[in-house]
């Protein structure tokens, strides 16, 4: 074997008992007494990781090449049985028993898997829209699945990381940009003013750029017509479907239920102060307001006992991490290992960005948990095989046969 | 792939920073303020109700407004359980403790929902609370805004009441965002427009010490302001509604409904027994509570869209349309048996109500006289199949899609219905006669009625009766709610003028049924009806408009165990004369 990259493998050690330590915090005087003990739990998760991440770290990287679709049909099975049997209400988890099993935490690594064999394998022809409708189908199918189990969040991951890895490809830059434009599209209907000043100005760009010209005419075309349909979708909707999206957006709306979840954890975040109440000195009264304090809200458990400097310790942990995939993603001869890599880093800094932002109230409240750090074995799982293949794609800089 | 590189690593360094900044700003510059809310002070959210929207009648008169009222609460998260804290609001509020425990349990929403215990508390509960919040921590009292009904029973089954929220009702609409604990429409268009009516609830956020001691508002958190329920116009019109219940103060049981027959707005509406509103404004006494839920009155029961009747002789409007539709006769048409007070069809006798016979009459004066010999003989010649291909054209047997609820739908009888009931060979041709006069198995609601009604007045369209005109939202946007056609009669301009004229001659002929309906000065059209009931005296029918050249106003009576057809045109005449001014 070849390098091993210790700066990347220590971060992630670090951050991992950090993790311990927090779930610690957060449930060793719980009021429910099988909270008590999770902390052994995610020990174990910790270790089965670390031989996951061993596994992970010596297995080929072309052996994902060449399993990417059975990957994906074996996630695509597992989601339809759950949307078959999984009964009626939130049908996120497999129970094993002794295990609760999230396929959509599973699904993320095939999903990258898949858009990479997908883009290397369409190389020369990533700029034609045809091959890339079709990997837009491919990832549609999970992704509707994840939708209504319900996982936005997850779901959201998707459409990251199709853009992220398009972006990593060889696609020209003007239709990346005419891909991407819808996601930009969307988002600036809030207001006409907005909206109208992104039109313009992907007009003249897309007009000036060495595009088709049919090309560029059929995408503004295109954004016009969506930038005219969504308000009118809006309107259609019902008033409780439009309710949901508006408290989703801004939990405010929901004052005793979301919003004042999310009040409770920037008091606990804040309460921590430049230096922190110190560990297993958190306020419980005050964590006890926060019901999933061990999973998604595990960042604000950190900053209560740690503060300010803590935080810091750990949010350069995660930049020193993400900095290495994407350090790695550059670095790697072949076009898959060098798609694992980037949708890797892209993956870290999503959810910890998603993460934290909705601790500190910044982000609308998703279930995305904190990667290394929230009590959880498929979260776990997932980040410790992903650590598991970044270091093998710089071990050998990806040489890829 | 060094620019790639760079791009993400540039965007990550930009993400961190806004994190970092931001944490920095919580944890360093206001850390002092989050560290006192964590340490021994918390934040209280308090629900701040939003009005709900008014009630007005077509002009603007108001029919329901909102007064303040108190409401005594308990914060889960803040409250205690224990017995001894229970007993102790048991005692502050006068309710058993055991309601107490069970509301507790029943109601809760999450931890800082509060749970209202007890509501309409007198201020002076208010301020015990207020002054001794240390003594009963986790109780606070809000202000929620109640109905108040100023004419008390008018329009009550058209207007409805609110109450707290039920379970099933709970069920039904928690994905709308009901909640525990939440008041809602309970009846007439109260529930229907509930959605619209209500608003949207704010909140605000105060500072409390542990023991509930309030310092202020909390710092960073801005109130919400509650946002106003819309408006709603009704097309009742105070004066007519008023009107109308006095003519009716007399009946125990009965329906009477105006409707303008040109728009198919419902100008006034009454169903008798009825119920003043405000009994549930109040906590309702054991004694009211049998009053309202009495099996054989059911003064809750909207009569007008909720009861099936047979339609007797006012069903002779579109018998006789159906006769003339298919040129069976003409206007002047005899029958070939005069009434000599009974038919013999089959084996079996058929009488008319006139025992001692109306001899022989034109199709105009039949209708003045509401002879059965002679539409027992229109109902031998249109046949059973064809008799209820028109009924059902004419929409009987189906709601009228009023926005009101629940709705009887009333029946129209089928071939299969009868086979299913008597069997293939248990029943003969002879059901068309009885079916033709609007006895028998058909069933009518006396809103389908005004409907049928109306649409002879209007020259044939029936129209969506409608009991709200416009919806006004606070930000401004009015919603007005249109007139709809949900069909034509099956029948043409010259026959729907010849019945008409035959109504017209109910009401301002001698021999006319309705003559006590005539208004001086005016031309009323009408049909008198008098509907056999096995279980006691006769209902008695009349419906009818007027101005019989601009009809302005369409009219239904119903007087259950009425007796006759005359005493309900008497009872519209009071109606229209008043209406009209000509008393």
Redesign the interface.
Known sequence: MGRFDYILFLSVLILCAIGVMLVYGATYNSRYPWEKNLYKRQITYCIVGLALLFIFWRLPIRLHYALAYLYYIAVLLVLVGLFIFGGEGVKRWIDLGFFQFQPSEFAKLVIIFVISRYLMDARTEVSSFSRIALLGLLILFPFLFIINQPDLGTGVVFIVLFYSLL??SDMEFPLFLILFSPMINLVLTVHWASWALFFIAFSIFILLSRVRFSVALGSIIGNLVLGVAAPFFWSQLK??QR?RILVLLNP??D???V??QM??S?????????FGKGFLSG?Q??LA?LPVRHTDFIFAVL??EF??LG??LV?GL??IV??RA??I??DAKGYFP?FVA?GL??LL?FQV?VN??MV?G?LPVTGLPLPFLSFGGSSMAVFMVSTGLLLNIHSNRGEFV | MQRKFRVFVFASILIFSLLILRIFSLQVIKGDYYFRLSDNNRIRVLRLRAPRGLIYDRNGELLVENKPSYTVSILPFEFEPTQENILAVARLVDVPPESILAKLETKRVNDYTPIPIKRRVPLRLVHEIGEQSADFPGVVYEVEPMRLYPYNELACHIIGYTGEISAPELRETYKLGRRAGDIVGKQGVEKIYDGKLRGRDGASYLEVRANGEVVGPARDKREIPPIAGADLFLTIDLWTQAMAESVFAWVENGVLIAMDPTTGEILASVSKPNFDLNIFSGPISPKTWKRLSDRKTHPMFNRAIQGNYPPASTIKLVTGAIALQERIINKHSFQEQPCTGSIWYGDREFFCWLRKGHGALDFLDAMATSCDVYFYQLGMKIGLDSWIDYMKRCHFGEKTGVMLAPEAAGFVPTRNFYNDRFGPRGWGRGVILNLCIGQGEILVTPLQMATIVSAFANGGKLLKPKVVKRLVPPDGATVEFPTVVRDELPFDKEVIEDVVEGMVRVVNSDIGTGKSAAVPGITVAGKTGTAQNPTGENHAWFIGFAPVDDPKIAIVVLLEHGGSGSLAAWVAGEFLRRYFGAL
């Open positions: 972006f990593w008033d409780y309710e405010s709306r004052p005793f239920g919003g004042y009040l409770q920037k008091i606990t975040v804040g309460s921590g102060r430049m306020t009264t005050n307001f900053g209560e503060g300010f935080v810091l949010l995660y930049f993400i900095y994407f350090r993603a550059r060098r980037a880093g892209t800094l960005t934290v932002g500190i910044l």
